[in-house]
């Protein structure tokens, strides 16, 4: 049971570069969700994902996009990366009142 | 609206002496609270919840519907407490936490 995994585990981005980052558990969690982490703001829910089918926004939504391909996957997609979204990005899958959580994503954008 | 306030960025204390990591938090209804924690190198991951009343790892927190609180507290700090504690609120959505931000507690020897 790897439980929540995400790739990749670095990545560095020039401004205005897209990328996505991948989100897969094998729990059979139906909510999942995408934070960031930043110093002194803790985590902010970026955007959720419910069940199959269905997805809502969060806190900071704005500059990222979101898909739920299936039960178990859950990509984040930044279209044109911007410096401000230099920061830790953690995938997490939900099940009863627990959050299970990713190892994070280090982005940093230049 | 809700919101989970944890007033401390850092706090550094020496090993045996008492911790206390405070949490206060903004809602109207009935809140589910719970402190994460994120040791270094390994994945945030549940700690407690109020509503098992539990103790793990020596740690307890107790709800506090007057004060609107609910610190984490430990008798005598461990070197290996050291980490980052989140608080979470869970409120109006079953669907969703939300998180303070965060507490890094530093255990001196």
């Known amino acids: 049971n790897a439980g929540v995994t995400q790739t990749p585990k670095f990545q560095v981005l020039k401004t205005g570069q897209s990328m996505t980052l991948q989100c897969a558990q094998d729990?059979?969690?139906?909510?999942m969700y995408w934070y960031r982490q930043d110093p002194g703001m803790g985590l902010r829910l970026i955007y959720y994902?419910?069940?199959?089918?269905?997805?809502d926004k969060g806190e900071v939504p704005n500059g990222y996009n979101v898909s739920r391909l299936n039960k178990r996957e859950f990509s984040l997609r930044l279209e044109s990366a911007a410096p401000s979204q230099t920061s830790v990005y953690f995938c997490?899958?939900?099940?009863?009142?627990?959050?299970?959580f990713g190892p994070g994503t280090r982005l940093t954008v230049l | 609206a809700q919101r989970v306030t944890q007033p401390e960025k850092l706090l550094s204390v020496f090993k045996g002496a008492p911790v206390e990591l405070k949490c206060n938090y903004s809602?109207?209804?009935?809140?589910?609270l719970f402190w994460y924690v994120q040791y270094s190198r390994q994945r945030l991951q549940l700690l407690l919840r109020?509503?098992s009343r539990e103790s793990i790892k020596g740690f307890t927190a107790d709800l506090n519907k007057g004060e609107t609180s609910f610190h984490l507290k430990k008798p005598f700090a461990q070197e290996e407490d050291s980490a980052m504690y989140y608080c979470?609120?869970?409120?109006?959505?079953?669907?969703?936490?939300?998180f303070g931000s965060g507490t890094r507690l530093l255990v001196r020897p």
């Open positions: 997490a899958s939900m099940a009863g009142d627990t959050q299970y």
């Open positions: 729990m059979n969690h139906n909510s």
């Open positions: 994902s419910a069940s199959e089918g269905t997805t």
């Open positions: 809602y109207s209804g009935s809140p589910e």
């Open positions: 109020h509503i």
């Open positions: 979470a609120l869970r409120g109006d959505s079953s669907y969703k936490l939300i």
